[in-house]
């Protein structure tokens, strides 16, 4: 029988596997193509220039970066030291290039942060970047489940830190903030689904973000989507060259809209597997989204109903109870 907290952990592990095999496919395909019964790996059908990016250094089951930097966020809020835009970018590259000695291969995955791992840019670079986006990328929100389980009057901080260390956006930070308080509350403080959204919006101060998920919390179940509703989730539909690839119809790496689906779909799923078909049914960036939503249903709903053959594949199960169980005693020691 698993903990709460390793239920997560796998949760966000096995969301983001299996998502990592069809990340970037268009949701009409995925509707069309995907039934669950298996893993499918789509990655070298990605129509970019540099495909390559996405098919080396990538095996089949493993989990990408959105797992590995959740893991770093764990690892920093257990150091017992202060908690800074620095601890987090240190942890980050810590896990990563532990991945890199245990695997022999470094993990695939990573955005734009990959350039300072490989030493061609500086951290200050990677946020310049990211600052001056419209939509920054989707790194904090995707990371941010273990931030809701530290006190709560620290969320906020540390959720705009761990934003603020690689993306300091408005987007972002607010993208931060609503993922870790939908861990709190669907799993602290015991919020129905329902009521998820509302319990969050306070939180946040971006308008554009503010009102992308007022508008969500208005759209009938997923089952429903149809036309205009997936521009709610995911912006504007195909997504144009500038969003990444062009006209793909799914999710693109953007923190807001990212955090928005993730809390649609924590809101109309009941169970770890119903979150995770949701969000790899919505094409595009499927396991990050997918990630987040599996963690944080797998902590409330626990793994029992996924099936077998994802927790038998998925990559590191025994580091991720350890990871889990040591976060669950640093929490419960403070």
Not at 9 to 25: N, P, R
Not at 40 to 48: A, L, Y
Not at 288 to 301: F, P, W
């Amino acid at each position: 029988m698993n903990t709460r907290f390793e239920n997560i952990f796998l949760g966000i592990a096995i969301g983001d596997a299996y998502g990592a095999g069809l990340e970037f496919q268009d949701r009409n395909w995925i509707r069309a193509h995907v039934d669950f019964t298996k893993f499918i790996n789509k990655r070298t059908d990605i129509q970019v220039p540099e495909k390559s990016v996405f098919t080396i250094d990538y095996k089949e089951w493993d989990y990408t970066d959105d797992t590995e930097m959740s893991i770093a966020v764990a690892k920093a809020l257990m150091s017992g030291q202060p908690v800074t835009e620095d601890l987090f970018v240190r942890y980050f590259t810590d896990e990563y290039l532990l991945g890199f000695q245990t695997k022999g291969y470094k993990r695939n995955g990573h955005g734009s942060i990959r350039l300072v791992y490989n030493g061609e840019k500086n951290i200050e670079e990677i946020k310049d970047f990211q600052r001056n986006k419209t939509y920054p990328g989707n790194a904090p929100p995707m990371r941010a489940i273990p931030i809701g389980f530290v006190k709560e009057e620290l969320i906020n901080e540390y959720a705009t830190l761990n934003a603020t260390s690689t993306h300091p956006h408005p987007k972002a930070v607010d993208a931060s903030i609503l993922v870790a308080r939908a861990a709190r509350g669907l799993l602290v403080e015991g919020i129905g689904q329902d009521g998820l959204i509302a319990y969050c919006l306070p939180y946040i101060t971006d308008e554009e973000t503010i009102r992308a998920l007022e508008a969500a919390g208005k759209l009938h179940g997923p089952d429903l989507l149809e036309g205009e509703d997936f521009e709610v989730l995911c912006g504007p539909q195909p997504l144009q060259k500038k969003e990444f690839i062009e006209g793909l119809y799914g999710l693109s790496s953007n923190a807001m809209y990212t955090a928005v689906a993730a809390l649609y779909f924590i809101k109309h799923s009941r169970s770890a597997f119903e979150g995770l078909k949701h969000s790899i049914n919505l094409g595009g960036d499927v396991d990050s989204l997918a990630s987040i939503v599996t963690g944080i249903l797998a902590g409330k709903y626990g793994i029992d109903d996924l099936p077998a053959y994802m927790l038998q594949n998925v990559e590191g199960v025994p580091y991720l109870k350890e990871i889990a169980n040591a976060f669950e005693l640093s929490i419960e020691n403070k």
